[in-house]
């Protein structure tokens, strides 16, 4: 999301229709006016949805406050000095993002303020684990993908009964002995 941001940056003012002139032109530095010029022609060479999509941002981009636009800056600069490859990666994730219907990028932004909501050693189990799950073989994640799939179709009755089953598991295998933990407060806990 930080990424539409930084293209505000990037986002001139609508220039004046073919044929006529920029006012204050003259006012311009040589490099100033050459960049206003490539505007002006990359704007004649829009379609009316472009120039519509233009004029939007440009708009949101007034309606930032200072410290908005200078992080939009930061980010943009931090996008250029990526590797090729991680800012293909990002610009395909951010295709993927528009792409998405509203209703689930509402909900992912929910989510999102949700996890920023999470005490830090919550969101760090959280990012330990998702890194885990990463690290697993791909045949390891694809099972557990559709074991997750599987589990947001059930109904909470039949996910209560797999709860029961596994529980049922646990005990029925035999236990394994573990030795005190480093801190000496007890058994050690068994890897999840």
């Known amino acids: 999301m930080w990424l539409a941001a930084t293209a505000f940056a990037q986002a001139p003012?609508?220039?004046?229709?073919?044929?006529?002139?920029?006012?204050?032109l003259e006012r311009l530095s040589p490099e100033e006016r050459a960049a206003a010029?490539?505007?002006?022609?990359?704007?004649?060479?829009m379609t009316p949805e472009q120039r519509e999509r233009a004029i939007e941002n440009y708009r949101h981009w007034k309606s930032l406050s200072p410290d908005e636009r200078q992080n939009a800056r930061q980010n943009l600069q931090r996008f250029r000095q990526m590797p090729p490859g991680e800012r293909a990666r990002i610009m395909q994730?951010?295709?993927?993002?528009?792409?998405?219907p509203d209703d689930r990028k509402r909900e992912l932004e929910r989510a999102y303020e949700r996890y920023q909501q999470l005490p830090p050693d919550r969101r760090?189990?959280?990012?330990?684990?998702y890194e885990r799950y990463q690290s697993l073989p791909p045949e390891q994640r694809e099972r557990m993908d559709r074991n997750l799939e599987r589990w947001r179709t059930m109904t909470p009755e039949q996910r209560q009964q797999?709860?029961?089953?596994m529980r049922q598991r646990r005990q029925s295998a035999p236990r394994e002995i573990r030795p005190p933990r480093d801190d000496g407060s007890g058994p050690g806990r068994r890897p999840r």
Do not use: K, S
């Open 13 to 24: 003012p609508p220039p004046p229709p073919a044929g006529a002139t920029i006012q204050g």
């Open 37 to 45: 010029e490539r505007n002006l022609e990359r704007w004649r060479g």
């Open 93 to 100: 994730d951010f295709q993927r993002w528009n792409q998405l």
């Open 124 to 129: 760090q189990q959280i990012q330990q684990r």
């Open 162 to 165: 797999a709860r029961e089953q």
